[in-house]
């Protein structure tokens, strides 16, 4: 319950206010150039204190790999890694101790467990997506060392505020000849942005949460993902669709609320004709359109992969609101004022890019894309 993957298997362990959090990854194949620096500058993208949206907790999410590289490379023995916790104030949530946070796991832990880590969430904690971020800057590595895949997440919306920019409103850009030019343009903006969002309006959704944090309250919004090289006869054809693994890894992150593919729910809205993504011939058969997101028969059709995820406003927030205490059973009003993000969406997409990275390559152990164990012989 703590792992994902089969070929592949990413197990995360590790609370908010323990000593440390981390991952153990294993099949991971040999011979992948791998430093510390790689997983380190993933963690940085998601780490508190990214962008002016992101929690004042002072974490520097410092990586220290304990076992399965050598020499720069990996050994396909067991990746383990871990991040220590250096900043925890226990304190600060010590008088929410018997009110469970609306929104939040704390109502369902205790029912389930008959307790539950009150001091920032414990397993459901955002922070314990450091585990995700972990095996996923490693499986992205596989990816772009093995294929050249490249896995690229941005906000789309914010609460209301839809941005302009999406792949649908420019699908031209991801095919386009010197598409690597506009595609790197396009992550500098992404990664310029407090939101993550490449959209000319994006200084519109960023007032939206101002208000929103004005009034102690917070956002949600829809994060768009795209897979570029990925191959064809990714996935399969029945209970293991490229689109069932994807959407279930991802609906597995803390706080997502839905996961489209390609159309997606826009879809229940086209005609047949319109939908459909008709073949044509240059120099390869080709999907002259992308409305399938890249999947099709759960198998990947070698388009680019296009998936929109849902995420829902941070759950802990300094409006009150109503709770019961556990203990008196009396109602009570409740103000979370610990140190929480107004909007999870920018430090959530690492997280998301990471589940897609470690899903795909899975797939592609299995599927005989990848060796499973050395990576000399796939490259060879
Ligand atoms: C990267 C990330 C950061 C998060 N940060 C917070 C936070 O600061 N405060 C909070 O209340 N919830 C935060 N969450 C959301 C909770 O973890 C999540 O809402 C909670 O576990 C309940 O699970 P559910 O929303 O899936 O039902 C974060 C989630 C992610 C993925």
Redesign the pocket.
């Known amino acids: 319950m703590n792992t994902i993957g089969k070929a592949f298997r990413v197990t995360t362990w590790g609370e908010s206010h323990g000593k440390a959090l981390g991952a153990v990854i294993d099949g991971c194949p040999a011979n992948l150039p791998l430093s510390e620096e790689d997983i380190q500058r993933e963690l940085d993208r ?1 780490r508190p204190g990214y962008s002016i949206f992101s ?1 004042p907790r002072r974490e520097p999410d410092k990586v220290e790999v304990l076992s399965g590289i050598f020499e720069g490379k990996t050994t396909g023995t067991p990746i383990s890694a871990l991040v220590y916790n250096k900043n925890q104030r226990s304190k600060d949530y010590s008088k929410i101790k018997d009110t469970p ?1 609306p ?3 704390d109502y369902t832990y205790y029912k389930k467990y008959g307790t539950y880590d009150y001091r920032g ?1 414990g397993r ?3 922070r314990t ?1 450091i585990g995700h971020v972990i095996g996923g800057s490693i499986a992205k590595k596989l990816l772009e060392y093995t294929y050249n895949i490249r896995i690229i997440g941005y906000t789309i919306k914010v609460g209301k505020i839809k941005g302009d920019f999406n792949y649908y409103s420019n699908p031209e850009i991801f095919l386009s000849s010197n598409s690597n030019n506009s595609i790197n343009k396009i992550i500098e903006k992404i990664e310029s942005d407090p939101l993550r969002c490449p959209s000319s309006n994006s200084q519109e959704m960023i007032e939206y949460v101002k208000n929103a944090m004005e009034m102690g309250d917070s956002v949600g919004g829809i994060v768009e993902l795209m897979v570029l090289n990925l191959p064809s006869g990714v996935g399969n054809p029945l209970f293991s669709k490229l689109s069932g693994e994807l959407s279930g890894g991802i609906m597995n ?4 609320k839905g996961v489209e593919i390609g159309r997606g729910f826009q879809s229940t809205e086209l005609y047949g004709s319109e939908m459909n993504d008709e073949y044509i011939y240059k120099d390869s058969i080709q999907l002259k359109t992308n409305n399938c997101g890249g999947i099709l028969g759960g198998i990947s059709c070698g388009s680019p992969l296009v998936m929109r995820v849902a995420i ?1 406003p ?3 927030i300094s409006k009150t609101q109503k709770t019961v205490n556990l203990k008196s059973k009396k109602e009570e009003d409740i103000e979370i004022h610990g140190r ?2 107004p909007i ?1 969406l920018p ?2 997409i690492p ?1 998301i890019e990471s589940v897609v990275a470690i899903v795909l390559v899975d797939l592609m152990i299995r599927g005989g894309f990848i060796h499973p164990c050395n990576l000399d012989i796939n490259k060879k």
């Open positions: 998601r929690t946070r929104g939040h796991g969430g459901a904690s955002g997506t992150i803390n706080a997502v829902k941070t759950p802990s929480h993000d999870i430090r959530a997280v």
